[in-house]
């Protein structure tokens, strides 16, 4: 049995990728850049008016308040108008300022005089509500860096840039294996000693919200032979293999045997945590498996400790963890010395709670937890009022 943190750096030291996929932007959600991206355009590449109001050179208004409307140009006009002394181009957002006028009035600070064709100005800012050229980037600047996560916003730039397809590390796939003759899937009538199976619904979802896919889901008696031709068959169709259940030590546990008959290296097997001690972490050649226990809040506890910055890691983030703080206890807890605890908790606005139902098979605390707070190996008491480390759950 190792510490957790031993075991986070086992994961990160072994996790590698290199596939690497050109895509279009609009299915980019969810992937990490491959390399640094350059802007290929100025932006704006013209001088762009920030608001609805009127284009003016600064000089003239020094002069006079009183200008003469001389044109008008819309977002989207591609008009070369030369500003003329004294007058005024009715312009709106996003359009073309003219090249010789260096100052926008927004339309609340004029009064328009009752031929229309005549405005006054009550006041003016030189070089106010003007976006200049190469104001967000210019040519050739780096705008993203490799690793970015790519999301709404990320996604906005490149289009902005006209950016149409980009490199970014292809994600896995994922098989997830469940053991145990004691689960039924959903929909079949419940029988005495049967329990539903509910981790693979988990561990989809989870994976939904990383904006990964299922590759396969499969299920296995407690049959070593069974067992072990499931991991064949998994392993060949995965970059990764999560099997749920049978990787503890007890009579009818046979995955971790099942995975040395796969040649898989085990790179550990336990961890000094609760929930989820017997975790089991393994590769072969490039694939990667995780042992996951079967009581299903061990399952999502690891998942969200271990498998989620495991797949952050090969899909090529640079952020990989859970968003991680510091938060002050709202209820006093206690434990012994040894191992380190992951609580189900709910953050508040200055504090945050553990739940009752702490238990590995329970999951009503999981249900409305949106964090996890991590109680350290060698801690015994933690006080109300005490900082604790808190995991946010993402939703």
């Keep these: 049995m190792i510490p957790v943190n031993e075991g986070k750096k086992l994961i990160q030291e072994t996790i590698y990728n290199d596939q690497i996929i050109e895509i279009e932007i609009s299915k980019a959600v969810g992937y990490a850049l491959a390399n640094d991206l350059y802007a290929p355009i100025n932006f704006p590449s013209f001088q762009q008016s920030a608001m609805d109001g009127y284009a003016i050179r600064y000089e003239d208004f020094l002069e006079s308040n009183s200008f003469i409307i001389q044109d008008e140009i819309q977002a989207g006009d ?30 609340e600070a004029i009064e328009k005089i009752s031929n229309l064709k005549t405005i006054l100005i009550h006041h003016a800012s030189f070089n106010s509500n003007i976006r200049g050229i190469g104001s967000q980037c210019k040519f050739n600047d780096l705008v993203l860096k490799k690793n970015t996560a790519l999301q709404a916003g990320t996604i906005s730039l490149l289009a902005n840039l006209g950016i149409e397809k980009i490199n970014v590390f292809q994600k ?75 990787v503890s030590v007890g ?30 972490f393994g590769k072969r ?28 890691q090969f899909i090529g983030f640079s952020s990989v963890d859970l968003l991680k703080m ?17 609580l189900k908790a709910i953050v508040h606005e200055h504090s945050v709670e553990i739940l009752d139902h702490q238990e590995s098979y329970k999951m009503n605390s999981f249900a409305v937890a ?16 005490e900082l604790v480390n808190v995991y946010l759950l993402p939703f």
Excluded at 81 to 106: H, M, S, Y
Excluded at 254 to 279: A, T
Excluded at 289 to 308: E, K, R
């Design 326 to 342: 510091k938060m002050p206890l709202s209820n006093y807890y206690s434990k012994k010395v040894g191992l380190t605890h992951f």
């Design 78 to 107: 591609d008009k070369n108008i030369l500003l003329e002394k004294g007058k005024a181009i009715r312009i709106f957002t996003g359009a073309k300022v003219p090249d010789n006028a260096d100052t926008v009035v927004q339309q």
């Design 370 to 385: 949106n964090a996890l707070v991590k109680i350290d190996a060698e801690k015994e008491v933690v006080e109300k009022g």
């Design 172 to 246: 896995p796939q994922i098989c997830i294996l469940n053991t145990g003759k004691e689960l039924l899937k959903l929909g079949q009538p419940l029988q005495d000693g049967k329990v539903f199976e509910s981790n693979s619904f988990s561990l989809v979802h989870a994976l939904k919200q990383m904006h990964v896919e299922i590759t396969e889901i499969s299920w296995v008696d407690d049959d070593l032979e069974k067992t072990k031709q499931a991991i064949e068959k998994a392993l060949s169709r995965c970059d990764f293999l999560f099997v749920t259940g049978g």
């Design 251 to 280: 009579d009818y546990d046979f995955v971790l045997e099942s995975l040395l008959q796969n040649n898989v290296e085990i790179i550990f097997h336990k961890l000094k945590q609760k929930p989820g001690k017997p975790l089991l």
């Design 285 to 312: 050649e490039n694939k990667y498996i995780f042992g996951l226990p079967g009581n299903p809040a061990s399952v999502l506890t690891c998942f969200y400790q271990y498998v989620y910055p495991a797949l952050r």
